[in-house]
């Protein structure tokens, strides 16, 4: 596969790389001698990545190509070098933890907040590679991704009551993937669970025999996804949060709706959209020729 340098400016990392191909972002966690474990330096650069990610978006541009032609990006895929996708906190960083001040380990949180929340809400739509382990922050990281594809060896652990502390920080995120009961049970147990108990829970999607074949699959949910309008897979993601956070009454969520398919029909995307089925052609989001 080539990979395209698109635009120039991109982060410096050390302990990431990230390629574009096209509308394509590959972010990849390069810390294999210590299983990707996520100290301040990763940590850092991944909120770098992302942001930069973010703000070549489509939907933060508001439009597919820049004015030289080339793809603005639609989709992020997270992946790390090596045995473990992540192995959760360096142990360095927790051996600190231990002698700094509730101020000072409060910063090291609103850090890892920042890094979980700007995947979380990141308006690409992203895929998850994981192999081997992914403890505490990792199973954060996991968590946070809109589709996973993991290898059957794979184990997912929200570890942290092991070490007397709480996954509080990754816990939003933890809980709006499985829910409460499976939140709650995990989160005390703090045990690994394998790919097909994660799989039934909701936490992964897809199960490949090893992380040879995650090529495969991606480019399967890859295809799903380009066939999708790049401003509404956007605003699907804002619609789970309106319908997360929703506090009104049924009437008025139900006019909210309205208003919005509304809106959306009208979209420059939405007529593109309803044009090219009626004519029997391709929108212009979807390169794919379209069957007979």
Not at 85 to 107: L, P
Not at 269 to 278: A, P, T
């Amino acid at each position: 596969m080539i990979f395209l340098k698109v635009w120039e400016k991109m982060p410096n990392t050390e302990l990431c790389d990230l390629k574009i191909v096209g509308s394509l972002a590959y972010l990849n966690i390069q810390r294999e001698e210590v299983y990707n474990a996520l100290n301040e330096q990763l940590i850092t650069e991944i909120i770098q990545v992302l942001k930069w990610t973010k703000d070549h978006s489509v939907a933060t541009k508001k439009s597919i190509f820049d004015t030289g032609g080339n793809e603005y990006l639609r989709v992020l895929i997270l992946s790390s070098k090596g045995k473990h996708f992540c192995a959760g906190a360096d142990i360095n960083m927790m051996r600190d933890a231990g002698s700094k001040s509730v101020e000072e380990n409060r910063a090291d949180s609103i850090r890892l907040d920042n890094l979980f929340n700007s995947l979380w809400a990141h308006p690409c739509f992203t895929i998850g590679c994981i192999q081997g382990v992914a403890l505490g922050g990792g199973a954060g990281l996991v968590a946070c991704l809109d589709h996973v594809i993991a290898s059957s060896n794979s184990k997912i652990a929200l570890s942290e009551a092991k070490l007397g502390i709480l996954p509080a920080v990754i816990g939003p995120y933890v809980y709006r993937k499985i829910g409460s009961s499976h939140f709650r049970r995990l989160s005390i147990l703090a045990s690994k669970i394998d790919a097909n108990e994660a799989q039934r829970i909701g936490y992964i999607n897809d199960i490949v025999k090893s992380p040879d074949l995650f090529e495969f699959s991606l480019n399967e949910v890859i295809s799903e996804v380009m066939s999708t309008g790049p401003m509404a897979a956007y605003e699907a993601k804002k619609l789970t949060l309106v319908f997360d956070r929703w506090q009104g009454s049924d009437e008025e969520l139900r006019q909210w709706t309205l208003d919005k398919t509304s809106e959306m029909r009208s979209s420059e995307e939405g007529q593109e959209g309803l044009s090219s089925f009626l004519e029997r052609r391709n929108p212009e989001w979807n390169k794919e020729n379209l069957e007979e």
